[in-house]
């Protein structure tokens, strides 16, 4: 089967500017992640999706990041404007959403913000 | 999510068995411990999981303590590719999967030649 894809692999923007992610999941994978992964760290959860829902977003700087799953399938994450702190690699996961169910990841998107 | 403990890092040499500790001394009853790795520019690995009963797949061992308060991921015949950072996790499991996977800093693997 084939893996989640993302795009753009990399991104060189200035502060303040905005940019966009996108991810498309395993097929027929209900459950999609966004990751935010800063040089020397483990990946820490932003957001998580049930199909088009929302259910985790506790980590996610709402004043300026967004994130949406239209039709329960692609995913977008916005930053806007963006800091020189959010310069990391974002990362998708998705899995089925079963009881024991993995995380299967992309290949994520280097941003760096200058 | 019970908090986990692993070494900063490791070397194994090429064709031994590498043997990676993780410490999990809060593990509540329902917690499963899971292991990912992550290769160098690429995203996390699924490799195992395992509640209280040792596990075996194609890519690794899993043993876990009787009294389920640390674990031992086995790599039965490292490779140069094995190189990577390898994070232990414990979760809770239940149906719907809308635990959060809190990944900490990992065990940095180092296979030589």
Known sequence: EAGVAQSPRYKIIE?????AFWCNPISGHATLYWYQQ????GPKLLIQ?????VVDDSQLPKDRFSAERL??????LKIQPAKLEDSAVYLCASSRGGMHSPQYFGPGTRLLVL | ?????????????EGRAANLPCNHSTISGNEYVYWYRQIHSQGPQYIIHGLKNNETNEMASLII????????LILPHATLRDTA?????????????YQKVTFGTGTKLQ???
């Open chain 1, 38 to 41: 800063i040089l020397g760290q």
């Open chain 2, 65 to 72: 303590t009787e009294d389920r308060k640390s674990s031992t």
């Open chain 2, 111 to 113: 296979v030589i030649p």
């Open chain 1, 71 to 76: 039709k329960g399938v692609d995913s977008t």
């Open chain 2, 1 to 13: 999510d019970a908090k986990t403990t692993q070494p900063t890092s490791m070397d194994c040499a």
């Open chain 1, 49 to 53: 999706f049930q199909n088009n829902g």
């Open chain 2, 85 to 97: 950072v390898y994070y232990c996790i414990v979760r809770v499991g239940n149906q719907g999967g």
């Open chain 1, 15 to 19: 502060k303040r500017q905005s940019v």
